[in-house]
């Protein structure tokens, strides 16, 4: 069902039901793209717009593939400024640019693809053993991390050539 702002003397606006309207308008549709790398996927979230705004929402189970044990936001990042530079051994993370944009580069050591997170829409599933890193952030931007784990210094790998050595040698 629609809705309408409708306004009553007296009493300001309010937000109401119109009958026999269309629906409210659902963004393009949904689904997961896989990126090449490892099994990192690029996934586009449910989109819903009304005349109230529009909202994003993804579901465990469904839109996201594993159950979040933390999140972390980034915000107010120079542009030139690199984040990530690190891949984990056990933890899965989830990156959503709430508002503004970042580029994420995805590594699997043997493929690289490079992301443009711009909606919030849209987010990137990032498993693990996968090098990521996180650029070009615009000034606004606002990036969510969900992860699968809480944090553990020792899930880690923070040197690229200790993450080639490892991929090479699968549990290493």
């Known amino acids: 069902m629609a809705l309408q702002t409708v ?11 119109v009958p026999d ?9 949904t689904g ?21 705004g529009a909202l994003s929402v993804g579901e465990t189970g ?24 690190h891949a984990h051994r056990a933890c899965h993370q989830f990156l959503i640019c709430l508002r503004g944009s970042c580029r994420v580069l995805l590594d699997d050591g043997a493929r690289r693809v490079e992301v ?3 909606r919030p829409e849209i987010g990137v599933s990032m498993p693990p053993m996968i090098w990521g890193r996180q650029y ?3 000034p ?18 923070r040197s690229y050539d200790a993450f080639l050595r490892a991929v090479e040698r699968p549990g290493g």
């Open 32 to 52: 997961i793209r896989p990126l090449g790398v490892g099994t990192a996927a690029l996934h586009r979230m449910r989109r819903v717009h009304d005349l109230r």
């Open 136 to 138: 070009r952030y615009t």
């Open 140 to 157: 606004d931007a606002l990036l969510l991390v969900l992860a699968s784990h809480a944090y553990d210094p020792d899930d880690y790998i």
């Open 21 to 29: 309207a269309p629906p409210a308008r659902i963004g393009p549709e």
């Open 62 to 85: 469904r839109d996201l593939p594993f159950v979040p044990q933390r999140y972390f936001v980034v915000f107010d990042v120079p542009s030139s400024e690199l984040r990530g530079e």
């Open 7 to 17: 306004r009553t003397p007296g009493h300001g606006a309010r937000i109401a039901p």
């Open 116 to 118: 443009d997170l711009d």
